[in-house]
């Protein structure tokens, strides 16, 4: 899997916007960018992935450039149970094995009051 | 979505003892689960691939007799813990990926609190 970069941690104002950002200049052309996020004490939970084109769901907005060497995973209004450990991840999407997954450090975020 | 649930959510054992974590996929089947290892303050580490119906595989720097894997069916893997020690207390994740159409998605544990007294 490809490398990827995020800022160790960020604060944000609760009802703001979070615009989180991952650097991952190495990835393949067959590599999806992938967003968890684990908060205290739990197993990672999915948020959102895309390959090339923007892509939106109940809980996030996924902005990747178009040279794909980076992307910013955007929480619209967070909230205080946002608060955790944000990890991007570039995979392979089908098998088995893409889901053999390297967790850099993530981008730890905390929503304040 | 898909659910995977691990047993105990904690436990507390005494040094050299061992001790066994399930992991089980409640709505689907997983030919493979993931083993992961997270020390505080850490990101996850992999630590095996489960293979039903096969051995497991371990990544590098991790001891195969000491932490046992056993994917007895197509819903369940479990982890032992061997001669357990202090060193070993730690956040215990299991993953299993639910293959679909288009892609194939990992839904993870709530994890396991390994603590060994």
């Known amino acids: 899997d490809a490398k990827t970069t995020q800022p160790p941690s960020m604060d944000c104002a609760e009802g703001r916007a979070a615009n989180l950002p991952c650097n991952h200049s190495t990835i393949s052309g067959n590599e999806y960018v992938y967003w968890y996020r684990q908060i205290h004490s739990q197993g990672p939970q999915y948020i959102i992935h895309g390959l090339k084109n923007n892509e939106t769901n109940e809980m996030a907005s996924l902005i990747i450039t178009e040279d794909r060497k980076s992307s910013t995973l955007i929480l619209p209004h967070a909230t205080l149970r946002d608060t955790a450990v944000y990890y991007c991840i570039v995979r392979v999407a089908v098998g088995a094995t893409g889901n053999k997954l390297t967790f850099g450090g993530g981008t730890r975020v905390l929503v304040k009051p | 979505g898909a659910v995977v649930s691990q047993h105990p959510s904690w436990v507390i054992c005494k040094s050299g003892t061992s001790v066994k974590i399930e992991c089980r996929s409640l709505d689907f089947q997983a030919t493979t689960m993931f083993w992961y290892r997270q020390f505080p303050k850490q990101s996850l580490m992999l630590m095996a691939t489960s293979n039903e119906g096969s051995k497991a595989t371990y990544e590098q720097g991790v001891e195969k007799d000491k932490f046992l894997i056993n994917h007895a069916s197509l819903t369940l893997s479990t982890l032992t813990v061997t001669s357990a020690h202090p060193e070993d207390s730690s956040f215990y994740i299991c993953?299993?990926?639910?293959?679909?159409?288009?892609?194939?998605?990992?839904?993870f544990g709530q994890g396991t609190r390994l603590t060994v007294v």
């Open positions: 993953s299993a990926p639910k293959e679909g159409f288009a892609n194939t998605e990992a839904f």
